[in-house]
């Protein structure tokens, strides 16, 4: 019999229990309601505990009970390749460690880094007679190899591959081999020529290229040529993609109800349940050497540079711990010192780090950033566990500086990234959209010509930053390292607010990505004494590096907090051949001069001349700026604001969801902002609905 206790503790710890217990009837009550076009899925390191399997029986069960397989399950139509396990993985180090394997390949992965030390592969590969690595660095796994064979990068080799059954795609070259290096086709096509265990006909190419072809023409063609012939279909597969018919012909199937059998519960643990997770700027690690990835601030922490062990607000206040104080954290016979990091939202009993930190052997970017959080994975019987571990910490009294690009997390009342509950927008349409009287003593810009014009949805941005990184691959945004990010010296053109909402304890995340707002009355215009920063005749707030010296009014000025200066000649720290990397249509930019967002001018120029020289006018959509165009959401739309037809356009004049950054400055921005939609049926409470104000306490 339960005893109902009536401490206030318990009855927080109740009400917290009945509250996600309504979560979860909410979701199972909207997957009920959308059966045969729902999806439960689960997987990732995330995934890996000690239930995994059990995991993955309840999501084909509730896949099954929702009517999903044949539908939005395909089991039938996936990359056949995708079906490696690490209990493969593990037999195969069983047959390395008795001596029956004499040649082993490894192809552009790195298990020396990436396993868990149990599995033993480091002792294993030692006793292979020869082992060959086809990667592009003798990195972790490359230092036990007798013979290192450079893979061509993925842009300088033919290749082909089975998107999915049916469906077949040719991979082409950019560039030409950069580097002595060769492709692994050709190699595998060498060797089995060599030891006269290929097919007689490899002799017959010289090139993999030359393989592909006749492949293609004899395997592929005959089957989807659709009376083509095969110089036509040959070029029409390399300037569509792909050809094939997606095979959606997959039955549903019957789940085995008595796959429950292997479902036990779960033992009770004591203690802190350790989670490790991938980050999406970093992964694995196997891109550790690229500066710009660590350069680019985690979606929620914002920081860079380095991994932490994250903890709770309750856990930090309970333990005593602040920003930055290093742990030891303790995973069975396992240690790691890392810093804390302070997280709202997360949950009282979890720890959580990031894995693909602590390279050794990355190069001279990546080696030394972090710990390698791999190292306290554990393998049993083929069998690897990431997450759920019971884990321990000490405090130390040692300190380390994280670099933390954002300082401030709570919204303060105003008017930044609005949102609304789906209960309040039905409503009413503009909750939370104050619109203040926009006046100014200026008479204001005539655009006789085109006006361009942004538009963010906040509601499809996931905070993911693939416009950070391609804003800053197209602009040639340097890397300024962790020691001038402490210093707030970072140069992106283009960041990511986040800011958490609700109870700091259980706080949600809002991302709004800000960028120079090109503003009708732009405050950074008006203060510059030598005319550095003006407005062009088409709305865009240009920067004319030849004449800025450097005293930064413009950044002072602006509201925003767009504006970088680089204080340093970045360029020449380029080395090679990072500087074919450079866009080439893009400046280079000296020490001394102020940075910002310039709607990517140089494309506008580009579209520009393609119309002139097709002796026609600009249409929607020939100018597309960098972050647009690596948004997976499609969460930013540009254009022509003056064009009454183009897509921005109708988002300013119709959308009832947008409004203007700090309308209240009277800026007059040229980007527009849509307020982000909770899909939940609660109703805002407070003076201001749809704004967050929740607070980090020591985050802060």
């Given at each position: ?24 009837a ?53 990359n056949?390749?995708h ?104 190699s ?39 009376g ?33 059998t ?89 720890l ?28 049993k ?23 933390i ?43 006789s010509?085109h ?98 010296v ?31 990397a ?20 140089q494309?506008?120029?580009?579209a ?13 959509g ?22 009454p ?33 909770r ?22």
């Amino acid at each position: 019999m339960l005893r109902k206790s009536n401490t206030p503790q318990s009855e927080e710890k109740r009400s917290g229990s009945v509250k996600k217990l309504d979560s979860a009837a909410k979701v199972a009550a909207d997957l009920w309601a959308n059966q045969g076009s729902s999806l439960v899925v689960a997987g990732g390191i995330t995934a890996l505990t000690e239930k995994s399997k059990e995991l993955q029986v309840a999501v084909n069960f509730l896949n099954s009970i929702l009517g999903n397989d044949g539908k939005t399950v395909d089991h039938k139509g996936g990359n056949p390749a995708h079906k490696a396990s690490y209990s493969d993985l593990a037999s195969l180090i069983a047959d390395m460690k008795g001596g029956k394997v004499k040649t082993l390949i490894i192809h552009r992965v790195n298990p020396g880094f990436v396993l868990p030390v149990e599995m033993g592969f480091a002792d294993a590969v030692k006793k292979v007679e020869m082992v060959i690595y086809t990667g592009d660095r003798i990195d972790e796994t490359g230092v036990f190899a007798d013979y290192i064979t450079p893979d061509n990068h993925a842009l300088e080799s033919w290749s082909d591959m089975e998107l999915a059954a049916g469906v077949y795609s040719i991979c082409q070259p950019a560039i030409r081999p950069m580097y002595d290096t060769r492709s692994f086709q050709l190699s595998l096509m060498t060797w089995a020529y060599l030891a006269n265990q290929g097919p007689a006909r490899l002799r017959d190419y010289e090139t993999f290229y030359d393989y592909l072809r006749v492949f293609w023409k004899s395997d592929i063609h005959p089957k989807y040529g659709k009376g083509q012939g095969f110089e036509d279909f040959w070029q029409s597969v390399l300037q569509k993609g792909f050809t094939g018919d997606l095979n959606n012909g997959s039955s549903a199937r019957s789940f085995k109800l008595d796959a429950f059998t292997s479902i036990k519960p779960a033992a009770t643990k004591e203690g802190f349940e350790l989670a490790l997770y991938a980050t999406s700027q970093h992964g694995d690690g196997s891109l550790a050497n690229v500066s710009w990835l660590h350069e680019l601030p985690d979606p929620v922490t914002k920081a860079v540079w380095d991994n932490y062990v994250m903890v709770s607000l309750a856990t930090a206040e309970k333990h005593g711990l602040k920003q930055a104080t290093v742990v030891e954290l303790t995973v069975g016979d396992k240690t790691l010192e890392l810093p804390v990091l302070i997280q709202p939202g997360l949950h009282d009993d979890v720890l959580a780090v990031a894995v693909g930190f602590g390279r050794t052997r990355a190069g001279k970017v990546g080696n030394g950033i972090g710990k390698n959080a791999f190292a306290v994975m554990s393998a049993k019987d083929g069998k690897v566990v990431a997450s759920g571990l019971t884990a321990t910490f000490k405090k130390t009294s040692k300190k380390y500086e994280l670099a933390i690009t954002q300082g401030h997390h709570t919204m303060e009342g105003r008017t930044i990234a609005v949102e609304a509950t789906l209960a309040d927008y039905n409503k009413k349409k503009s909750t939370g959209i104050p619109h203040p009287h926009v006046w100014s003593i200026w008479s204001g810009h005539e655009y006789s010509g085109h006006k361009w014009g942004m538009a963010v949805d906040l509601h499809t941005c996931t905070g993911c930053s693939s416009c950070v990184i391609a804003c800053q691959s197209e602009n040639n945004i340097p890397v300024v390292g962790k020691r001038y990010v402490i210093e707030g010296r970072e140069m992106h053109w283009l960041r990511i607010d986040r800011y958490y909402i609700g109870n700091p304890a259980d706080a949600e995340a809002v991302f709004q990505p800000v960028m120079c707002q090109h503003c009708d009355n732009a405050p950074c215009e008006t203060v510059c004494p030598v005319l550095a920063t003006v407005h062009s005749d088409e709305g865009l707030n240009d920067m004319v590096y030849n004449r800025c010296v450097g005293t930064r009014y413009c950044a002072n000025n602006c509201p925003y907090k767009v504006r970088r200066f680089n204080w340093f000649n970045y360029a020449k720290l380029i080395e090679k051949p990072l500087h074919m990397a450079l866009n080439p249509s893009v400046g280079v930019r000296t020490r001394g001069v102020m940075e910002k967002c310039t709607f990517c001018v140089q494309r506008i120029q580009d579209a520009k001349t393609v119309a002139r020289n097709e002796k026609r006018q600009l249409k929607d959509g020939d100018v597309k700026v960098a972050c647009q165009t690596a948004c997976p959401a499609g969460g930013i739309v540009f254009g022509d604001l003056n064009d009454p037809n183009s897509a921005v356009a109708k988002i300013f004049k119709t959308e009832e969801r947008g409004y203007a950054l700090l309308e209240e400055w009277h800026a007059k921005p040229s980007v527009r902002y849509l307020s982000k939609i909770r899909n939940n049926d609660k109703e805002s409470t407070g003076d201001q609905k749809g704004h967050g104000t929740a607070k980090q306490g020591e985050h802060s």
